[in-house]
């Protein structure tokens, strides 16, 4: 367990300014580089977060629950956004490997 840095697992501003206001509670990230493990903490304008869980999945396994932790409204405005996001050809395969982190604020 140790402190990562907020950078390295949350990849813009929006997503920042959402994880402090609790609509991302979760990031799924492709699965070639692993960023933090259960029980690292992260800081973000003085709140201190920690991952509750890491789970190697893929984009198939992700559903509407998932999407609402990572700040959209259902998995189809999810798959959406992930496309708007990814500039120069994004597609949606559900046998790509993720990484999923859970996360809240600190104890």
Same mark, same amino acid.
């Given at each position: 367990? !140790?402190? +990562?840095?907020? @950078? ?7 997503? &920042?300014?959402a994880?402090?206001? !609790?609509? +991302?509670?979760?990031?799924?990230? $492709?699965?070639g580089?692993?960023? =933090?493990?259960? $029980? ?10 920690? +991952? @509750? *869980?890491?789970?190697? *999945?893929? #984009?198939?396994?992700?559903? @509407?629950?998932? =999407?609402?932790?990572? $700040?959209?409204?259902? #998995?189809? =405005?999810? &798959? =959406?956004?992930m *496309? &708007?996001?990814?500039? !120069? ?14 996360? !809240?604020?600190?104890?």
């Amino acid at each position: 367990m !140790g402190e +990562i840095d907020p @950078d390295a697992l949350l990849p813009n501003d929006r997503v &920042k300014s959402a994880v402090l206001d !609790g609509e +991302i509670t979760q990031l799924s990230r $492709g699965a070639g580089t692993r960023y =933090a493990e259960a $029980g690292d903490t992260f800081e973000l304008d003085g709140t201190t977060f920690e +991952i @509750d *869980r890491v789970e190697e *999945r893929t #984009l198939g396994d992700l559903t @509407d629950v998932d =999407a609402k932790r990572e $700040g959209s409204p259902s #998995l189809e =405005a999810y &798959k =959406a956004r992930m *496309r &708007k996001v990814h500039p !120069g050809g994004f597609e949606w395969d559900d046998t790509s490997e993720v990484l999923t982190y859970r996360f !809240g604020p600190a104890e």
